[in-house]
């Protein structure tokens, strides 16, 4: 992997061709040795990097299903191919579920997920079905469905595409390398990153080591992973500087990462100590308070992703974030994923009437 030069990729980004129009493969060297015709690409990545009140924002949001899933899942669905699998499975909170699904329409398999009963956001289930999964509603939590789901793909020989696949972390470093190369390879000092499962923080871990040992960077990033204070297992475990491997029943509004024991445990750790990261936790009200703000910069997001600017603002208060630090925040899914969790007054029934538009509009300076 190292003689493969970034500029390579650069030029890349400027090319026809559907596979390097894909912010995964663009980087395919470096993420998985296989011929071209055989790749599964929709195409995904290459999403936008805004910058707001001096913080950037990657939105991965903007991707085919809207999540970030679909960096790991083309990849994982590529080699569930090459491997001849006819199903694949995952346990789900509901973007991997929406992202696996889509791909294995696209590639002609059968998908099968898992998910916590009652417990998915609106978009993510009706994208699951609308790509014609079946769906299988445990009556149990994120975690419950995680331990079904690997006992079914070792009893049944299905094919997981979960991100305990390292195919799937091989995919979601690209978010890195591309935001790496969004800001012309002068990295930020700080990457954020919502922490669930712990694949992404797996992966950007991975994602930096390689770009450091291929000499694309010259300077280390440091992770900053955050959870909800509800499912907050990784920060716990971090408190006590990963002495323990900690377990929680989890609950949070951010219904994506309510998750109490990650399975990416182990090399989310070897991430955090390779970028001498940090892990922190934000409140319910801290998220849905970042969540209304990213909302209103005209970006939007899901509450889960908030959790990366609630996260910077409480590492910024209490000082080992600075100010003049450059920060991109990672924003891992879309605002239509989660309509129930949108909370406006500003909807009011009128009659049709220009007296009441007048009325209205003067009452809402
Ligand atoms: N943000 C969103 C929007 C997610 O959907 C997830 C995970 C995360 C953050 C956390 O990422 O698990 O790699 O630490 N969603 C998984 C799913 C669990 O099933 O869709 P992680």
Same mark, same amino acid.
């Given at each position: ?82 491997? &001849?699998?006819?199903? #694949?499975?995952?346990?789900?909170? $509901?973007?991997? !579920? ?5 791909? %294995?329409? @696209? +590639? ?96 950007? &871990?991975?994602?930096? #080591?390689?770009?450091?040992?291929? $000499?694309?960077? !010259? ?5 900053? %992973?955050? @959870? +909800? ?100 925040? #990672? ?35």
């Amino acid at each position: 992997m190292n003689e493969v030069r970034r500029d390579v990729f650069d030029a890349r980004r400027t090319s026809r061709k559907t596979i390097d129009q894909s912010g995964v493969w663009r980087f395919r060297e470096a993420v998985l040795s296989i011929d071209e015709s055989e790749i599964i690409t929709h195409p995904e990545g290459s999403t936008r990097l805004y910058e707001r009140d001096g913080i950037f924002f990657k939105h991965e949001g903007e991707n085919p299903t809207g999540s970030f899933k679909d960096r790991g899942m083309t990849v994982a669905i590529t080699q569930a191919v090459r491997l &001849g699998a006819r199903t #694949v499975a995952c346990a789900s909170t $509901g973007n991997t !579920s929406a992202s696996a699904a889509a791909y %294995a329409a @696209q +590639a002609g398999l059968r998908a099968v997920v898992f998910i916590p009963a009652g417990k998915v956001a609106t978009g993510k289930l009706a994208q699951t079905l609308a790509y014609g999964a079946l769906c299988l509603q445990v009556r149990g939590d994120f975690d419950a469905a995680m331990r079904l789901v690997l006992e079914a793909s070792q009893r049944l020989g299905i094919y997981l595409v979960n991100s305990i696949n390292p195919f799937r972390i091989e995919g979601q470093k690209t978010i890195v390398w591309e935001l790496l190369q969004d800001l012309e390879w002068d990295p930020p000092d700080w990457i954020v990153v919502p922490a669930g499962n712990l694949g992404n923080t797996s992966a950007f &871990g991975k994602a930096l #080591v390689e770009a450091r040992e291929a $000499g694309w960077i !010259s300077k280390m990033p440091r992770l900053a %992973a955050i @959870q +909800a204070s509800g499912a907050n297992p990784f920060y716990r475990s971090f408190k006590e500087n990963f002495a323990t491997r900690h377990r929680v029943t989890p609950e949070t509004i951010a219904s994506a990462i309510r998750i109490g024991d990650p399975v990416s445990y182990d090399k989310a750790v070897a991430a955090l100590r390779e970028t001498n990261g940090v892990v922190e936790e934000v409140t319910d009200e801290e998220l849905m308070t970042a969540k209304r703000d990213i909302d209103h910069m005209g970006i939007g997001c899901e509450p889960a992703s908030a959790t990366t600017l609630a996260g910077v603002r409480k590492l910024r208060e209490s000082g080992v974030m600075r100010d003049s630090d450059r920060i991109v925040c #990672v924003l891992t899914g879309h605002v239509l994923k989660d309509p129930d969790a949108i909370k406006s007054d500003k909807i009011v029934e009128i009659d049709p009437e220009i007296s009441a538009v007048e009325r209205i509009l003067a009452a809402d300076r």
